[in-house]
């Protein structure tokens, strides 16, 4: 116990130590996590650490699909739906079936049912990688938002594949009918199980007395719940874990107070980074276990098949979303779309964007070593060898890629949407306007007689005056010395307020989480302050 507990702290270290690299040398962690892990797993202290699926599937997978399904936008899922569910399922099953084949045809002893199985593995990306690229470069957040919305589904599509194929390989017997109408059990009813369940945990939340310590915990048992019940009766874990996480993500407002949203929000991030390196980190370190298991099979042949089919993924992902591009627009004729012209652009990047992660191999580690009849299951070791080198070249070779593909594209916001500034520049005028409506309303008198509104109501018109600007006129003006000067004064009474507070907070009188409260609203503040003109103040 106290070696595994050794170990993990060393790992956590490295990880931090790792991902510290990965943003001085401008690189998504991901990346890094996993040559950092290939790199360690030459050490003996090491290369003993496996992943066992169970801990994948049960341990990490709930509460990473959970807390993605909690950022996701509902607003922008729904808006793009179309193409969310068109890479989600139509373009993995495409995948798989094209994977299936060239197994089939190029690797001997592969049949069809075993292509498949192969297929369902490799089939979903990880948009961790992507996403986590993408919000380092200039790109639409569009993009984002359908990379996002397709790693909830991709997931659940792929082992439905690998699921299927599983069976038909150790039972010899594949249906197709009693398949399909399996296939759409699995999938409905894993969403029915999922809204459920987050139904009871709403129902928990609006009218139970809870605090924002419970509502916290509730959250960590929330997904694994979902995941449990629906993954007990045979149904997609994944899709009841996707769906119930999406419905209490936008009932958010009503359920949670102020403070449970924000401590949420800062737990959550920290867990979701946490579990996200371990991820990674052991994708690299399972190097020397699997290729000691390829037994017979030659090391060059078993690198060139992974080689081939890393090809044939991309290329076949690449097809497909641009495919899906032109689908789009014939379609447009028909029905409303998000965006009638995609353009080939944006597809591109998509399919560039199609980097192999951790539930690829768990799948892979998930196939049984003896199946019923006490017979080995053909090919397993070459599946777990082809899937790692998979992993290795999509996450480096497209990872490494993207951003200079992506600078290269030069894309640009489409559907008329305002820059973020421009956006926040909106946003708070607005919220100056109805605040200063409001007390105008309801409390005219008091504004006369109360110095504490009146100070609130010139607070909120000086506010107003600067956002009722033109936003041309405010970035024409941002470099100018008197908001210059007022934003590095404003900020140097920040820090003078802090060190106050910590001189305070060293005398016995003063209680010291009535300091902290003081410091948290000082970062807010801050926050704010930078996040009106974050390019004309540094730290």
């Not at 038909?168 to 699995?186: E, K």
């Not at 000691?292 to 690198?303: E, M, R, T, Y």
């Not at 779309?337 to 597809?347: C, F, I, L, M, Q």
Request: hydrophobic share 50%; charged share 15%.
């Amino acid at each position: 116990m106290e070696k595994f507990f050794i170990q993990f702290i060393s790992l956590i270290m490295i990880i931090l130590g790792l991902v510290m690299l990965a943003r001085r040398i401008k690189i998504a962690y991901p990346i890094v996590l996993v040559l950092g892990g290939l790199l360690l797993s030459f050490f003996d202290v090491f290369s003993s650490i496996t992943i066992s699926p169970d801990l994948i599937f049960f341990l990490f997978l709930p509460p990473l699909l959970y807390e993605a399904a909690w950022q996701t936008s509902w607003k922008e899922f729904w808006r793009f739906r179309r193409v969310i569910l068109s890479f989600a399922f139509p373009i993995v099953f495409v995948t798989s079936l094209v994977v299936a084949l060239v197994a089939e045809a190029v690797i001997p002893g592969f049949g069809l049912a075993l292509g498949f199985v192969l297929g369902g593995i490799v089939s979903p990306p990880d948009a961790i990688s992507a996403s986590s690229i993408m919000r380092n470069v200039k790109v639409p957040k569009q993009l984002v938002s359908i990379a996002e919305g397709e790693s909830l589904l991709n997931d659940a599509s792929s082992l439905v594949v690998f699921r299927f194929a599983s069976i038909a390989v150790t039972t010899g017997n594949f249906v197709f009918r009693h398949a399909a109408i399996d296939f759409v059990l699995v999938i409905v009813l894993g969403v029915a199980i999922g809204l459920a369940v987050a139904l009871v945990f709403y129902a928990i939340y609006r009218w139970l007395p809870t605090t924002t310590s419970i509502d916290i915990v509730l959250s960590f048992v929330a997904p694994y719940c979902m995941y449990y019940f629906a993954e007990h009766f045979k149904y997609s874990g994944v899709l009841a874990v996707v769906s119930g996480g999406l419905f209490l993500s936008s009932q958010r407002q009503k359920m949670l107070n102020h403070l449970s949203r924000a401590q949420g929000f800062n737990v959550w991030s920290t867990v979701g980074f946490v579990l996200n390196g371990l991820v990674f980190l052991l994708i690299g370190l399972q190097m020397p276990t699997i290729t000691k298991q390829l037994g017979d099979i030659k090391f060059g042949s078993a690198i060139g098949y992974g080689l081939l089919i890393s090809l044939v993924l991309v290329v076949s992902r690449l097809l497909c979303t641009l495919g899906a591009s032109l689908f789009t627009r014939f379609m447009s004729n028909f029905i409303t779309v998000a965006d009638a012209n995609p353009g080939w652009k944006a597809p591109l990047v998509l399919g560039w964007a199609g980097m192999r992660g951790v539930v690829s191999l768990a799948a892979a580690l998930s196939i049984p070593v003896m199946m019923g009849d006490n017979q080995p299951f053909p090919q397993r070791n070459l599946i777990l060898f082809i899937t790692f080198i998979v992993i290795l070249v999509t996450l480096v070779f497209q990872g490494l890629t993207l951003p200079w593909v992506i600078r290269k594209l030069r894309l640009e916001e489409r559907n008329g949407t305002f820059s973020e500034i421009k956006q926040e520049t909106i946003i708070q005028k607005k919220l100056a306007s109805v605040s200063l409506a409001f007390l105008d309303e309801n409390y005219t008198d008091d504004l006369i007689n109360n110095e504490h509104l009146s100070n609130l109501k010139s607070s909120l018109t000086s506010k107003l005056k600067y956002f009722n600007e033109d936003y041309e006129d405010q970035q024409a003006h941002a470099d100018s010395d008197p908001l210059r000067q007022y934003l590095q004064v404003t900020l140097q009474l920040l820090d003078r307020q802090r060190e106050l507070l910590d001189k305070m907070n060293h005398r016995s009188e003063f209680d010291e989480d009535l300091i902290r409260k003081y410091l948290a609203l000082i970062d807010l503040e801050e926050i704010s302050l930078r996040k009106r003109i974050p390019e004309q103040v540094g730290r």
